[in-house]
T-cell receptor, first 115, second 112 residues
């Protein structure tokens, strides 16, 4: 079974600064996908970024980038130029095609962007 | 990505009653999922619903408590049966497209 751990329950960052959210996972699979989801107070789950395990290059989506360390089973999210609208819960998630494509979520990190 | 709607968006129900949550997708999808998010918690998968087959339930969830229907490739329902206050949660459906999952807006259920 897969497990996903987010060790930072809460974080804060000043507007326009950079923040990194941590995530580690445990799996015996070799083929899998990792995701970061954002859940603002509206409770809508929004896909932020995806990383395929077979790709060495770290995924980037505008101000969001990841640091994927496969050997260390680490998958952190960096948010650059933080904006007030980035305030939300952030969930790290794992998916394996060999496990029915279900998502296993970490416990979440609450990010507050301060003006 | 698929556009997903859920009904109702929220409800307050009496203990012992049942509520059926609907999930509608604007395109045909093979795999749909139902998740529960208890207050202040992360998401936990209840079951996977594929059209034409019985839903597959995760450990801790049973069909008698959470019956699921999947009549076609764009629609699914989740029923929360014989509710108790412990069932108060947000219930979310999601669909998979190309190894990505997209979520509906969720249904906030409060059981009194």
């Amino acid at each position: 079974a897969q497990t996903v751990t987010q060790s930072q329950p809460e974080m804060s960052v000043q507007e326009a600064e950079t923040v990194t959210l941590s995530c580690t996972y445990d799996t015996s699979e070799n083929n899998y996908y990792l995701f970061w989801y954002k859940q603002p107070p509206s409770r809508q789950m929004i896909l932020v970024i995806r990383q395929e395990a077979y790709k060495q290059q770290n995924a980037t989506e505008n101000r969001f980038s990841v640091n994927f360390q496969k050997a260390a089973k680490s998958f952190s999210l960096k948010i650059s130029d933080s904006q007030l609208g980035d305030t939300a819960m952030y969930f790290c998630a794992f998916m394996s095609p060999n496990a029915g494509n279900m998502l296993t979520f970490g416990g979440g990190t609450r990010l507050m962007v301060k003006p | 990505s698929a556009v997903i709607s859920q009904k109702p968006s929220r409800d307050i129900c009496q203990r012992g009653t049942s509520l059926t949550i609907q999930c509608q997708v604007d395109s045909q999808v093979t795999m749909m999922f139902w998740y529960r998010q208890q207050p202040g918690q992360s998401l936990t998968l209840i079951a996977t619903a594929n059209q034409g087959s019985e839903a597959t339930y995760e450990s801790g969830f049973v069909i008698d408590k959470f019956p699921i229907s999947r009549p076609n490739l764009t629609f699914s329902t989740l029923t929360v049966s014989n509710m108790s206050p412990e069932d108060s949660s947000i219930y979310l459906c999601s669909v998979e497209e190309g190894y990505e999952q997209y979520f509906g807006p969720g249904t906030r259920l409060t059981v009194t």
